[in-house]
């Protein structure tokens, strides 16, 4: 299954929310891999540690690794072009690999955009269709070529969410985007659920506006993950909370949130 995790807003967890679930499709057993679409890299270095950086700095000749490596790929012409699993990191957990970022994505875009390469990432996955069991795709916080690649290669998009004012008026509009892409591009697209992140549930407006999100009929997923510190730790660590702390409140959460997911038709 190929899964996108994905919103406009930025600071929702996109990557945390990514890597922690990838980290348990691998932990149980699947074949995982992650990609990692947004510049800033910030799946690539909490999956990889040190090696996302020693990744970062060999990307610098006439050929480049990971994401930026693939796409650069597609824009030239080459007798022997290499397999998709080439641009691949096998990171330090069993069964989860990574297929890093590089900022030079972000210039890259205009140039993929032009020569139309909207599809180049859902090839590519089609290649290693035999090779894994689930891929998680981490985007940028945008609507732009690289989110509407992901949303044209992927089968489920889940959505983070935050519990406030300017994400439920996001969520409505990423909807429709994603409705819109499922209808031009990818009829297999479907919404996985809205993950709700940070969530406090003492707080009163919090648990209005989840409760008003399941009255209107989206699919929120439960449980929703709690906010924590040790999640800060986890990304200081470069470790998934599942290598972390096996026991935390966090980690149980992210364990019954995964299996949720799957549980999904």
Same mark, same amino acid.
């Given at each position: 299954?190929?899964?996108?995790?994905?919103?406009? =807003?930025?600071?929702?967890?996109?990557?945390?929310?990514?890597?922690?679930?990838?980290?348990?499709?691998?932990?149980?057993?699947?074949?995982?891999?992650?990609?990692?679409?947004?510049?800033?890299?910030?799946?690539?270095?909490?999956?990889?540690?040190?090696?996302?950086?020693?990744?970062?700095?060999?990307?610098?000749?006439?050929?480049?690794?990971?994401?930026?490596?693939?796409?650069?790929?597609?824009?030239?012409?080459?007798?022997?072009?290499?397999?998709?699993?080439?641009?691949?990191?096998?990171?330090?957990?069993?069964?989860?690999?990574?297929?890093?970022?590089?900022?030079?994505?972000?210039?890259?875009?205009?140039?993929?955009?032009? *020569?139309? =390469?909207?599809?180049?990432?859902?090839?590519?996955?089609?290649?290693?269709?035999?090779?894994?069991?689930?891929?998680?795709?981490?985007?940028?916080?945008?609507?732009?070529?690289?989110?509407?690649?992901?949303?044209?290669?992927?089968?489920?998009?889940?959505?983070?969410?935050?519990?406030?004012?300017?994400?439920?008026?996001?969520?409505?509009?990423?909807?429709?985007?994603?409705?819109?892409?499922?209808?031009?591009?990818?009829?297999?697209?479907?919404?996985?659920?809205?993950?709700?992140?940070?969530?406090?549930?003492?707080?009163?407006?919090?648990?209005?506006?989840?409760?008003?999100?399941?009255?209107?009929?989206?699919?929120?997923?439960?449980?929703?993950?709690?906010?924590?510190?040790?999640?800060?730790?986890?990304?200081?660590?470069?470790?998934?909370?599942?290598?972390?702390?096996? *026991?935390?409140?966090?980690?149980?959460?992210?364990?019954?949130?995964?299996?949720?997911?799957?549980?999904?038709?």
């Amino acid at each position: 299954m190929r899964r996108v995790v994905f919103n406009q =807003k930025g600071g929702v967890g996109k990557s945390t929310i990514t890597c922690n679930l990838a980290a348990l499709s691998a932990h149980q057993g699947l074949r995982t891999l992650v990609i990692d679409l947004d510049p800033q890299g910030n799946s690539s270095h909490y999956l990889l540690g040190a090696v996302a950086q020693d990744a970062a700095t060999q990307a610098t000749g006439s050929e480049m690794s990971g994401v930026a490596g693939l796409f650069e790929q597609s824009l030239r012409f080459s007798i022997r072009p290499k397999a998709t699993s080439e641009f691949i990191t096998t990171s330090p957990f069993e069964n989860l690999d990574v297929m890093a970022s590089h900022p030079v994505l972000e210039e890259m875009q205009a140039k993929l955009e032009s *020569r139309y =390469k909207i599809f180049k990432l859902r090839e590519a996955l089609d290649e290693l269709s035999e090779d894994y069991d689930a891929i998680w795709i981490d985007t940028p916080p945008a609507l732009n070529f690289y989110t509407r690649s992901a949303l044209i290669a992927a089968q489920s998009c889940l959505i983070p969410f935050d519990c406030d004012s300017f994400s439920r008026r996001a969520l409505y509009t990423l909807l429709d985007n994603v409705q819109e892409m499922q209808a031009d591009h990818n009829p297999q697209l479907r919404v996985g659920g809205i993950i709700v992140n940070q969530f406090q549930p003492r707080a009163t407006l919090p648990q209005q506006m989840v409760q008003a999100l399941i009255d209107e009929g989206h699919p929120v997923l439960q449980p929703s993950l709690p906010a924590s510190v040790k999640i800060r730790e986890s990304h200081e660590r470069a470790l998934p909370m599942i290598h972390l702390d096996a *026991r935390h409140k966090l980690t149980q959460a992210f364990v019954a949130l995964h299996a949720a997911i799957h549980a999904r038709p």
